[in-house]
Structures are given as structure tokens and as C-alpha cells.
């Protein structure tokens, strides 16, 4: 880590040290603290539980997507598609370690309400924009985009991105434009 580096940061580390070795529910705060040598007082400041670093984490990392996605002045659905599963790529070790963790369902929850806040913006994908007032519009799409990007990092992202977006529009029976 750079001379930058937070003890937050050292903690986000650390869990994620302690997560390639360990069980989860085998790791507790004081564990973190002592890998990230810091005080439990310091973990505090940051978190409320163990469970609150990859909320906050998560949170973070789509604060950066967004900021990289919203550039385009009209953001499509094909772009988000492209977008999201590049991230995937770039975050596919956390996400391995959630899922053998057992806690992808800590992302599932954070993806959905980033899909409905993308959703609502997006051009196109007019498929799903006609649903917008049903309720289980968001859910239904987040949860299997979801869970379709989590299969694509498990299988090492052997489709190309182009073949992914392609059977996603085939599955939604969208038109690539």
C-alpha cells in the first residue's frame, strides 16, 4: 500500500487476507484488526461489523462505475451491459471470495439498488423500461443480471463481453442497436 494508505484500507486488505485462508464465520474483528495492525477502536471508526466493509467497499467501487458509466451524456443499455461486466472483470477475486465465503448475497442486495438508480437513466432497452412501474421489475432484472455476471467470473469469463451482451439481448429479447 502506498504512504497514503488509511487504516481502513489495511482493514479492507486484511479481510480480504484473512477470507483467502480462512472461513468466514471463522474470522472475527479482532482478527481483522490484528492482520491490518490495527485497534479495535480504529475498526470502529470505519465499521460497524465485519459484514459493513464490503457494504462500504461495494459502495465505493460503484461510486467509481458510476462515475465512469454517467460520462456518456446518453448512457445505453448496451453500454451498461459492457460497463457493468468490465467491472465484474476487475472485481472478479472479491467476488470469488464472497461467493466460496457464501456472502454474494451482501452484493445482491447492493446490485439491485444500484440496477434500479442505473435503470431509471439508461436509453433504450425499451423492454424493460415498459415494466418500470411493476414492482418486480428491478429485482427480477438485477438478481439475474447478477446472478448470469457471477457464472460468466466462475467460468473465467470465457465468453467475450460481445457474446455476453449478445445472449443477454437474445434472453430480454431486446435489439442490439
Known amino acids: 500500500m502506498s504512504k497514503k494508505a488509511t487504516s481502513r484500507d489495511y482493514i479492507f486488505l486484511a ?63 448496451e453500454m451498461f451491459l459492457k460497463e457493468i461486466m468490465a467491472f465484474f472483470k476487475k472485481y472478479s477475486r472479491e467476488i470469488k471470495i464472497l461467493k466460496k465465503a457464501g456472502k454474494i448475497n451482501m452484493l445482491v442486495d447492493q446490485f439491485e439498488s444500484y440496477a434500479s438508480y442505473l435503470l431509471n437513466r439508461l436509453k433504450g432497452g425499451e423492454n424493460i ?10 429485482p427480477f432484472f438485477s438478481g439475474a443480471l447478477f446472478m448470469v455476471l457471477v457464472s460468466w467470473c466462475n467460468n473465467n469469463f470465457k465468453e467475450t463481453e460481445e457474446t455476453m451482451t449478445k445472449r443477454l439481448f437474445e434472453l430480454m429479447n431486446i435489439e442490439n442497436t
Do not use: G, H, W
Not at 423500461?129 to 428491478?138: S, W
Open 15 to 77: 479481510m480480504y487476507q484473512l477470507m483467502l485462508k480462512r472461513e468466514y464465520d471463522d474470522i472475527c474483528v479482532k482478527d481483522i484488526c490484528d492482520k491490518a495492525n490495527v485497534s479495535r477502536m480504529s475498526f470502529y471508526r470505519y465499521f460497524n461489523n465485519k459484514e459493513d466493509i464490503f457494504i462500504t467497499i461495494c459502495d465505493e467501487r460503484f461510486a467509481d462505475f458510476y462515475e465512469s458509466f454517467i460520462k456518456n451524456k446518453e448512457p445505453t443499455f
Open 129 to 138: 423500461k415498459k415494466y418500470r412501474n411493476n414492482p418486480l421489475t428491478v
